[in-house]
């Protein structure tokens, strides 16, 4: 059986499984899984992963869930360049520092922007107090600060030299807002330069493919369908409201 990768590109980790996996030519069978759909709660992804999110991975008889485990078991499995995963102690520890400092940050409040710019006006039809999204905007700003300056600082990547897993997690998180209209990169010439080496190292047509669907997300959301959204409403609102 082949590596299987259930995955939706709308979603940031998602995302980042992606890039790792085709840019280390690591051959997977595409599972799309529409997470706004409620697919997650089906009862065939259910046998895959009972924490009900994606990414997840099956491999044979072996599931996985949660994408840093997932990047990581295949880094080891498939024995990835070691820049992504540094053996370097102090290498390592830095990535491991943003990977565990990322999930209550960078990615919380990019998330919370991209709902409460797009997705809760434009497809749940709720306004958004504007104290509200100016509180967003003090949290997601204040996140973006430290990646410019505890992070990166003067380095060309948060580990050093080259790429890491670190700043692939974190190019992603950051994309998040930019799919709702805000670019975090207007004013930030640092942040600017250190997205291009990402995307360099990357590949921009790899970088692109994997971040169309929420670059285009103003448009999409036009044509979606709200009554699928009213499953979600309530909990998404206790979430971002």
């Not at 107090?129 to 204040?142: G, H, I, R, V, Y």
Request: charge should be negative.
């Amino acid at each position: 059986m082949a590596l299987e990768l259930y995955l939706d590109l709308f979603s940031q980790p998602c995302r980042s499984v992606y890039i790792f996996a085709k840019k280390n030519n690591i051959s997977f069978d595409f599972k799309k899984l529409s997470l706004l759909d409620g697919e997650q709660y089906g009862e065939d992804f259910g046998k895959i992963s009972l924490i009900r999110k994606a990414p997840a991975l099956r491999d044979g008889d072996f599931c996985l869930a949660e994408s840093i485990a997932i990047m990581l078991y295949l880094a080891e499995k498939f024995k990835t360049p070691d820049f992504w995963y540094p053996a370097d102690l102090q290498q390592r520890a830095r990535v491991n520092e943003y990977l565990s400092w990322q999930h209550t940050a960078i990615r919380m409040h990019g998330s919370k922007i991209f709902w409460l710019r797009l997705m809760i006006p434009k497809v749940m039809g709720v306004e958004v107090p504007e104290d509200k999204m100016n509180a967003a905007l003090d949290d997601l700003n204040s996140s973006l600060k430290l990646v410019e300056e505890k992070f990166l600082q003067d380095r060309p990547f948060i580990a050093g030299d080259q790429i890491s897993l670190a700043d692939l997690v974190a190019i992603v998180e950051i994309m998040q807002p930019v799919g709702a209209g805000l670019d975090v990169f207007e004013g930030r010439p640092k942040l600017s330069a250190w997205r291009d080496r990402v995307q360099e190292a990357i590949g921009k047509e790899l970088f692109d493919e994997a971040h169309q669907y929420i670059l285009g997300a103003q448009e999409s959301v036009k044509t979606m369908d709200s009554n699928k959204m009213q499953f979600f409403k309530p909990k998404i609102l206790r979430l971002f409201m």
